[in-house]
């Protein structure tokens, strides 16, 4: 199984820092679902790992969360893709809790659910949690210049190997390009 791990918010969609709290609050990054639906023909399983603390911080519940994946969802199935399973870490930094990126623990868990060991199973995110998250669970570290990508690019504390990319449409293309091969 080829497997691919997606940040969300900066990602897919544009980032909020005040929380992205409804589904008309959701707006893909051009290219995003495009790039998502084109990795699912490639043959990906696309998973999502996104921390959610606004969940913790009462901005939104479940049910909100849901219609937000699920408006995702559509949107990618409209153009012939697919996303397996969405991941989310419901608790604020201060939780101290194991599954909230920059820790691991979303990604084993997607490990785990899918049978597949994440060495060089490549992670997609615009933040140093991201980056830090993949390389901390043996994943294949990538950034795109999206969202916070830029800064995170700019502060030169990225994990050895990481590839970067302007944005998840050309970092698709890329690994595509690469399982062709």
Known sequence: MKLVILDRDG???FDSDVY???PDEWKAIPGSTEAIARLSEAGYTVCIATNQAALERGLF????????HD???RSVESLGGRISGIFYCPHAPETNCDCR???PGLL????REFGVPLNDVPFIGDSQKDLDAAASAGARPMLVRTGHGRETEQMNNLPAGTAVFDDLA???E???TRSER
């Open 71 to 73: 408006k995702m969802r």
């Open 170 to 172: 050309s970092a698709a």
């Open 11 to 13: 990602v897919i969609n």
């Open 174 to 176: 890329a690994l595509i």
């Open 61 to 68: 519940n479940v049910d909100t969360l849901e219609a937000i």
């Open 101 to 103: 990126k920059p820790r």
């Open 108 to 111: 084993l868990r997607i490990s």
């Open 20 to 22: 992205i709290k409804t």
